[in-house]
C-alpha cells in the first residue's frame, strides 16, 4: 500500500544550537521510499550523512530563536509484516558483520544482566524466532503500557522492575533480552498505520534465519 506521513517539529533556543535530524527514512526489505522532504523555517544549512548504524541523518545548526521543522515523506510498504515461526538461530560465527554490534549490552539494554529472565521466559522454545516471539509475548503480558511513568533515563533493567512503560521501553527490554541470548536485536522507530492518535511509534526487529523479522510487543 502507498501511505503518506508527516510531522511538524517547533524548536526554541536561548542561542544557536547543533542538531542532528533523523526524521527520514530508508528503503528497505519492506518498504520503499516513494518521496521525503524536510523544510526549515527560517532556512538553514543541511549537511547530509549516513551514521554507523544505517540512518539517514541531517545536521544543521539552529538559529538563536524559533525553528520550525516540517518532515514529510510518501512510501510503497507491505500490506503485512513478514513473519517465520521456526526461523533459525544464527551462531555468532555466522551472523553477517553488521549484525554484531546489535549483540551489544547499552545504556538502556543491559543485556549481560537479564539472561536468566530471558532463559526463563522462552524455556524449551526452538532457538530463533520463536524465542523472539515468546520475548515479545511475554512483554505484551507482563508490562503494563502506561504513559508518564518513564523518562530518558528508564532502561531495560527499570522496567522489568516497575513493569510499566510505553513503546520505547517494551523496545528496551524487548531488545536486551533478545540480545541476551545471543539474537541480534535493533530498535525502528517510525508511524504505526491507523494508530489513533497518531505519533510516533516504536518497535524492535532480530536477525534469525537470514535476516531481520519486526516484533511489536505493545500489539496483541
Given amino acids: 500500500m502507498r501511505l503518506s506521513a508527516g510531522c511538524e517539529l517547533l524548536y526554541e533556543t536561548a542561542e544557536s544550537a547543533p542538531l542532528i535530524l533523523m526524521l527520514q527514512p530508508r528503503s528497505g526489505a519492506a518498504q520503499q521510499v516513494i518521496a521525503a522532504d524536510c523544510q526549515l523555517e527560517p532556512q538553514v544549512a543541511i549537511a547530509n550523512y549516513t551514521d554507523s548504524y544505517g540512518n539517514l541523518c541531517q545536521r544543521l545548526l539552529a538559529p538563536e530563536g524559533q525553528l520550525r521543522i516540517t518532515s514529510t515523506v510518501t512510501v510503497d510498504t507491505a500490506d503485512e509484516i513478514d513473519v517465520q515461526p521456526g526461523a533459525a ?18 545504556r538502556y539494554c543491559q543485556a549481560d544482566l537479564l539472561g536468566d529472565l530471558a532463559s526463563q521466559i522462552v524455556g524449551d ?6 524465542q523472539v516471539e515468546a520475548i515479545r509475548h511475554w ?3 507482563h508490562i503494563e503500557y502506561r504513559y ?12 522489568e522492575k516497575t513493569r510499566v512503560g510505553v513503546c520505547r521501553d517494551f523496545v528496551h527490554l ?5 540480545r541476551s541470548l545471543t539474537i541480534p536485536a535493533r530498535m525502528v522507530v517510525g508511524y504505526l498505520y491507523q494508530l489513533d492518535p497518531m505519533d510516533l511509534h516504536a518497535w524492535f526487529e532480530a536477525f534469525v534465519g537470514d535476516r531481520w523479522y519486526t516484533f511489536d510487543p505493545t500489539q496483541p
Avoid: K, R, W
Fill in 125 to 130: 522454545d526452538e532457538p530463533g524466532y520463536d
Fill in 89 to 106: 538461530f544464527v551462531p555468532v560465527q555466522d551472523l553477517p558483520d553488521y549484525a554484531l554490534q546489535f549483540l551489544l549490552p547499552s
Fill in 139 to 141: 512483554i505484551h503480558n
Fill in 148 to 159: 508518564d511513568t518513564s523518562d530518558a533515563s528508564t532502561s531495560a533493567i527499570d522496567t
Fill in 174 to 178: 524487548g531488545m536486551a533480552l533478545c
